[in-house]
Structures are given as structure tokens and as C-alpha cells.
């Protein structure tokens, strides 16, 4: 081989090969579109819970995982677009490159941000399959370009002209844009999320509660007591003093604080307590943060209208809604999980439904029976009212819609959602059936709520989960409980039975009469032991209608 031959051999050796994205699109660009399109509509169908993936704990952190990846494309061209025009020499950019770039990566970011934020608060299919089909062609044009043109297996790295560091490009341009790519991904999707969740449990006027009535014949002191649903948790601001001891009580928004009384002024006394048990009504609160009783045990008879809401806490709510949104089945469950408080005396962890459940609340009624023959007792002449728990679910299931509440609750299947319901009325029964022999009053929002439970279709009362953060309250705590329009319903509610029941009415079916025989060892239903329904459990109170 002659000298000039053998340099030129060389020379072409040397050379950069040649990249042809013509024939490179050719060859694995319709893979590359179909696996992104068949990817992103896995990956939201898993993310979004819907069948098969419902109830599924794997896959939904799969599909909640492939919903952040799904924005790395966008991501990566952001980032990359960016370092592009801080070095552009980095990467095998032209000058019509950015323009192009200019243009998709505002493009893609509005049709991301803008087809995700509609999706969260629409209801229509058309809306849904088109917005599967914006995130696919999303998928697909950041994925194909970033396939083109970023990825470190498109760079050259050789040492020649052209080819390498000697003109200033850097080999590991594609994984720094990535890495960075999956940064703004997680960034703009958890943003958004989190925006529409803000949005979804602010109070919106479509969301009409109950009117307050002014309440008749009440004298004397209103003494409201109990946990977190009567203190307005959620519903700041707090009063400041109750802040450092956790009580959270809502300085104008809980419903003791929205009643109206014809025969003004009722002194309040409101002594309620996020988190507080059936023992700390009558008992300090020892611990980190020691709290006084609500109550001090003396008997007021200046006192004309005491309200509770008590024992949830008792019964780990809170406790179970997490374990059921971490588990497939929560009802066939070991719990409570090992090292969760009890808030009753020891009962054995065991299956939910069938067994830890039914004990829990047969202990809980026992200190409710004490509890409650002692306010009784305390308050010789006040009306002394037990409000029920609404309903923390609907009784169907999420379905298809598409928005923010129902992809969040879509993780509680039918199942659990029913099942959580039946407990909840296991332990309103025997709140009601000790509250009878007590000879106190019970009020039941079921009526009220109806359809208005978290994501309900009439617009909720009750918050469903907020997934995000305060910096005044640094874990919100109105996840589950009612909303400002809940706390005027639960002040309607409590004002219109007091007008529809001037006196306190006769809980016994025709024929049947006092005093009530609870049994201790088992659950009962009311009806069983002679009992109507409670006012308020079946049809709405007409004082509020």
C-alpha cells in the first residue's frame, strides 16, 4: 500500500461516521412511536387505577412511577434545551434545531400541563380518551426527538475533528439531560397533582350546604365537646393557644361556632379537641403535650345544650383509611399494624372486618356508657346531643371518571368502600344505643351527606385526601373531615333537629319501652332492641329541607 494510500485509509478511519437520521428513523422509529404510545397508555390506565389495576398496591407504584417517567421526555427536552443554549457545542444541534426546539418545548409543556389539569376536573369519556391521546402524541414527540437527538448512543466520541472533546461536545450530554429530564418531570407532575388537589377540596360555591336555621327555646350555656369534628380540623385558622397542644380548634369555622340561637346570647363554651378519645373528655391528657379534661366533672345546671362527637379515634379511622389504601383487601387484614396505639383497652390485633373491628367497638361502648351517664349526670338540664360520623366513602365505586378525587379514592375498591361503611354503621348504632340508655340524644348525618361524601357526586362535604403540605400546619389535617360546607351542615343539622324536636323525642318502637338492654358481649342492631331509627338516618330532617 503506497504512502498516499495508507493516509488516506487513515484518514477515512479517523473520520466521524456519518449519522443519517433518515435511515436511523427508518429503521426503529415506528418501534420507538408504538412502545412510547403503548407505554404512556399502560402506564396512566395503571396510574389511574382502573381494571385490572384497581386495589393493587404493585401496580399502582408502578403506574404512579410511570406517570413521573412519562415526563422525562418533555423533561429531558427542557433540560436539554437549556444546556443547549448554554453550550452549544455540546450536542449535534443545528441552528434549525432551535428553532424547532423552540417551539415544541413551550408546545408539549402547554399541552402536558393544560390536558392534565382538564383531565382532573372533567367528567366526560371524550375528555378522557382525548387526553390518553395528547399524552401518547406527547410521549411520542418527546420521546422521538430525545431518541434522535440526545441520547448518549447517538454521540460520536471519537477523538477526531468533529468527532469528539477536541471541538468541544461532551459524550455524557444525553445522561445529564435525562437525569435532570426526570427532575422537571417529577417536578411538573407532582405539581400538577398537587395543584388540582388544592383545587379539588377548596369550598366551592356549586357545593351548597345546608342553611343554618336560628334555633328555638335553647337557654343557659351551649358546652360543645368531643374530637377533631367538633373542633373544625382543617378549618383554619386555629385558635392559637390550641396549636401547641394539637387540638387544632378552628377559630370561626367549626359548627359549634356557626349555630344561631333565637334567645342570644348563649354563652359557648367549646372545649373540643382534634384527637381527643372518650376518656379525655372526663380525664386529662398525659403524655408529650398534657391536656386538661373537656369537662371538670361538676354539675351545671346553667348549662341548656351540650354537643359531642366522639370515639372515631377510639376506633383508629384514621389508621384503617391508611391501611386500606396501602393494602389490596384491608378487611381480611391483621390489625391494627404492630406499635399503633389502641385507644381502648388491649383488644388483640386480628382481621379487620371480622374481628378487631366488632371487638374494638363493643370496648368502646363501655366507656361511652360511662362517658355518657355522666355528662348526663354533669348537665341535669341540657339537651345533651351525640352526632354521628358521616360516611367516609360512597357506596359505589370510583367508575371511570377521570378526575384528581376519584383517581386518588380509586385505590379503595367497592369492596373496602362497603366494608368501611358497615363498620361505620356498626359503630353509629352503638354510639345511638348508648346514648337511648343514657338517656341522651343522637342525631345521624347520614340523610344530610348523602351524595356528599369525599368525591360525591353532589359535591363533598367531607375532604377527601389532600396530598400536599402547610406550612402552618405541617401535616393537613382536613384529609377526611368536613369542609367549611360540612360544618355548616353539621350546625344546620344540629340546629334543625333541635326545632323539629322541641323535646327530646321517643327513641322506642310502638309497644316497646325502656330501660335499654345492651347486651355487652355482641353487635345489635337497633331495630333488635326496640329502637327506631335514629332522626336524621333516613330521611333528611324537615326543619331542613
Known amino acids: 500500500m503506497t504512502s498516499a494510500a495508507s493516509a488516506a485509509s487513515r484518514s477515512t478511519d479517523n473520520a466521524p461516521a456519518r449519522w443519517n437520521p433518515e435511515w436511523e428513523l427508518k429503521k426503529d422509529g415506528p418501534i420507538v412511536a408504538l412502545a412510547a404510545a403503548g407505554a404512556a397508555l399502560l402506564v396512566l390506565w395503571a396510574a389511574l387505577g382502573i381494571w385490572p389495576f384497581a386495589g393493587i398496591l404493585a401496580v399502582w407504584v408502578v403506574g404512579v412511577a410511570g406517570t413521573l417517567l412519562f415526563h422525562i421526555s418533555l423533561g429531558t427536552l427542557l433540560a436539554g434545551s437549556y444546556i443547549e443554549i448554554r453550550h452549544p457545542t455540546w450536542s449535534r444541534f443545528r441552528r434549525p434545531d432551535h428553532l424547532v426546539l423552540g417551539v415544541v418545548v413551550p408546545l408539549l409543556m402547554i399541552i402536558d400541563v393544560v390536558s392534565v389539569w382538564w383531565l382532573f376536573h372533567q367528567t366526560t369519556s371524550w375528555v378522557r380518551w382525548g387526553y390518553l391521546g395528547l399524552a401518547a402524541a406527547s410521549a411520542v414527540a418527546g420521546g422521538t426527538l430525545s431518541w434522535r437527538r440526545l441520547w448518549p448512543h447517538r454521540e460520536h466520541t471519537g477523538t477526531g475533528p468533529g468527532t469528539g472533546s477536541g471541538d468541544g461536545r461532551w459524550p455524557l450530554f444525553g445522561l445529564l439531560s435525562a437525569l435532570l429530564g426526570?427532575?422537571?418531570?417529577?417536578?411538573l407532575a407532582g405539581g400538577t397533582v398537587v395543584g388540582s388537589a388544592i383545587y379539588r377540596n377548596a369550598e366551592t360555591p356549586?357545593?351548597?350546604?345546608?342553611?343554618?336555621?336560628?334555633?328555638?327555646?335553647?337557654?343557659?350555656?351551649?358546652?360543645?365537646?368531643g374530637d377533631s369534628y367538633s373542633a373544625g380540623q382543617g378549618r383554619t385558622p386555629f385558635d392559637p393557644a390550641t396549636v401547641p397542644t394539637g387540638c387544632d380548634r378552628s377559630r370561626n369555622d367549626a359548627y359549634p361556632e356557626l349555630m344561631h340561637f333565637a334567645q342570644a346570647p348563649v354563652p359557648l363554651q367549646f372545649t373540643a379537641c382534634s384527637g381527643a378519645i372518650v376518656s379525655q373528655l372526663f380525664h386529662p391528657r398525659a403524655g408529650g403535650r398534657p391536656l386538661p379534661p373537656q369537662v371538670d366533672g361538676k354539675v351545671h345546671p346553667e348549662a341548656g345544650l351540650v354537643t359531642v362527637t366522639i370515639g372515631g379515634n377510639n376506633v383508629l379511622f384514621s389508621k384503617i383509611v391508611i391501611a386500606c389504601f396501602e393494602e389490596a383487601n384491608c378487611l381480611t387484614s391483621?390489625?391494627?399494624?404492630?406499635?399503633d396505639g389502641r385507644g381502648v383497652e388491649p383488644v388483640p390485633p386480628g382481621p379487620m372486618a371480622t374481628t378487631w373491628a366488632p371487638a374494638t367497638i363493643l370496648a368502646v361502648a363501655k366507656e361511652d356508657a360511662v362517658a355518657f351517664r355522666a355528662l348526663r349526670r354533669d348537665y341535669p338540664n341540657a339537651r345533651i346531643i351525640v352526632?354521628?360520623?358521616?360516611?367516609?366513602?360512597?357506596?359505589?365505586?370510583?367508575?371511570?371518571?377521570?378526575?384528581?378525587?376519584?383517581?386518588?379514592?380509586?385505590?379503595?375498591?367497592l369492596t373496602e368502600r362497603l366494608g368501611i361503611r358497615s363498620l361505620e354503621d356498626e359503630f353509629n348504632n352503638m354510639t345511638y344505643e348508648e346514648a337511648v340508655a343514657s338517656?341522651?340524644?343522637?342525631?345521624?348525618?347520614?340523610?344530610?351527606?348523602?351524595?356528599?361524601?369525599?368525591?360525591?357526586?353532589?359535591?363533598?362535604?367531607?375532604?377527601?385526601?389532600?396530598?400536599?403540605?402547610?406550612?402552618?400546619?405541617?401535616?393537613?389535617g382536613g384529609t377526611f373531615h368536613p369542609n367549611a360546607a360540612g360544618q355548616q351542615t353539621l350546625a344546620a343539622l344540629v340546629g334543625c333537629y333541635l326545632n323539629d324536636y322541641p323535646a327530646p323525642p321517643d327513641p322506642f318502637q310502638p309497644g316497646s319501652s325502656g330501660p335499654l338492654d345492651i347486651p355487652a358481649s355482641r353487635l345489635v342492631p337497633p331495630s333488635q332492641l326496640g329502637l327506631v331509627s335514629p332522626p336524621g338516618s333516613v330521611s333528611g330532617l324537615p326543619g331542613c329541607h
Not at 354521628?388 to 371511570?400: C, K, N, Q, T, V
Not at 348523602?450 to 363533598?460: I, K
Open 334 to 339: 391483621t390489625f391494627p399494624a404492630a406499635g
Open 387 to 413: 352526632i354521628g360520623y358521616p360516611y367516609l366513602f360512597p357506596d359505589s365505586r370510583a367508575g371511570f371518571r377521570p378526575d384528581d378525587c376519584a383517581s386518588i379514592l380509586r385505590r379503595f375498591s
Open 182 to 187: 426526570v427532575a422537571a418531570g417529577i417536578i
Open 439 to 476: 338517656r341522651i340524644e343522637f342525631v345521624s348525618p347520614y340523610a344530610a351527606w348523602r351524595g356528599h361524601e369525599p368525591c360525591g357526586d353532589l359535591g363533598q362535604y367531607t375532604n377527601s385526601i389532600k396530598p400536599y403540605l402547610s406550612f402552618s400546619n405541617p401535616v393537613d
Open 206 to 225: 356549586a357545593v351548597a350546604p345546608l342553611a343554618v336555621p336560628v334555633v328555638q327555646g335553647i337557654k343557659g350555656t351551649y358546652v360543645a365537646i
